[in-house]
């Protein structure tokens, strides 16, 4: 059974940074890219980033690049989110997903919980 | 960048019914469209990718057409469990989009 289990959310001050980590079972890890997806409390979706299964590529909406760095580590099935430069609309629910085949931008076919990004003064 | 329009934005349906949601993206994505269902306080789910291809275990009542620009998500007969939110996605080479989302409740 594929399992996402986020975590490190909490509540930042702005300018601030934080980081998140997902703990990934039950798939082979090394062969899937790997992706975050946020949701804004009573908002839509908004793809995050991505990273490829082998770590060599990585990608940003345009809302978050130069501020967030995606990473992931293979030897612990572990992908993690450095968010820095926090803002207030970073405000949200963080989604770690898996991508569905072998692209790197693509589907998410299994999604973890969710851990909450609140960033307030 | 690709922006996706969902339409309409809520729609009042009764158990039994059929449900068309539409997404409309604003240039051609050939068919690299998904949808995902969301209930209240769960992750979405992923139901239709590449347009019309259905998810693993998703229902035969659900399905998606569509190509290009204009897509559709068809609930057969809807179940009072499919009472949701539905979100469209297209995917390119560097960027994912999400559409607003089309919520369907009880009429």
């Known amino acids: 059974e594929v399992q996402l289990v986020e975590s490190g959310g909490g509540i930042v001050h702005p300018g601030g940074s934080l980081r998140l980590s997902c703990a990934a079972s039950?798939?082979?890890?090394?062969?899937?890219?790997m992706a975050w997806v946020r949701q804004a409390p009573g908002e839509g979706l908004e793809w995050v980033s991505a990273i490829s299964a082998t770590g060599g590529s990585s990608y940003y909406a345009d809302s978050v690049k130069d501020r967030f760095t995606i990473s992931r580590d293979s030897s612990k099935n572990m992908v993690f989110l450095e968010m820095s430069r926090l803002r207030a609309e970073d405000t949200a629910e963080y989604y770690c997903?898996?991508?569905?085949?072998?692209?790197?931008?693509?589907?998410?076919?299994?999604w973890g919980q969710g851990t909450l990004v609140s960033v307030s003064s | 960048e690709i922006v996706l329009t969902q339409s309409p934005a809520t729609l009042s349906l009764s158990p039994g019914e059929r449900a068309t949601l539409s997404c409309r993206a604003s240039q051609s994505i050939n068919n690299y469209l998904a949808w995902y269902q969301q209930k209240p306080g769960q992750a979405p789910r992923l139901l239709i990718f590449?347009?019309?291809t259905r998810a693993t275990g998703i229902p035969a009542r659900f399905s998606g057409s569509g190509s290009g620009t204009d897509f559709t998500l068809t609930i057969s007969s809807l179940e009072p469990e499919d009472f949701a939110i539905y979100y469209c996605q297209q995917r390119d080479n560097w960027r994912a989009t999400f559409g607003q989302g089309t919520k369907v409740e009880i009429k």
């Open positions: 039950g798939f082979t890890f090394n062969s899937y890219a």
């Open positions: 590449e347009a019309s």
């Open positions: 997903v898996k991508v569905l085949n072998s692209a790197v931008v693509t589907y998410f076919d299994f």
